[in-house]
């Protein structure tokens, strides 16, 4: 059974940081590209950041240069660093696996976790 666990959501005050964290279980972790996407209340879900299986690197450009995506092959964890939180930072945040051989994609998702940012 694939699980995705994210946790280190919380409320914030603009300008602070949080680390979220998504362990993976019941997948090869190695060879899966993870990703971060967040929602924010009456918006579609949007893409935050990814890191492939060899390690690249890709961001929103709305989170560009605040936040870093890492992972942990050993740990089978990937994690968000946010720096410089802004109150549109707001969302519930997801965690993404996705895995794609030729035209097969196979996609997993965690249930979120909140982060609030506000004075």
């Known amino acids: 059974q694939v699980q995705l666990a994210e946790s280190g959501g919380g409320l914030v005050q603009p300008g602070g940081s949080l680390r979220l964290s998504c362990a993976a279980s019941g997948i090869t972790f190695s060879i899966y590209a993870m990703g971060w996407y967040r929602q924010a209340p009456g918006t579609q879900r949007e893409w935050v950041a990814t890191i492939t299986s060899g390690g690249s690197r890709n961001y929103a450009d709305s989170v560009k240069g605040r936040f870093t995506i890492s992972r942990d092959n050993a740990k089978n964890t990937v994690y968000l660093q946010m720096n410089s939180l802004k109150p549109e930072d707001t969302a519930v945040y997801y965690c993404?696996?996705?895995?794609?051989?030729?035209?097969?994609?196979?996609?997993?998702w965690g249930q979120g976790t909140q982060v609030t940012v506000s004075s």
């Open positions: 993404n696996a996705l895995h794609t051989v030729v035209t097969i994609r196979t996609a997993y």
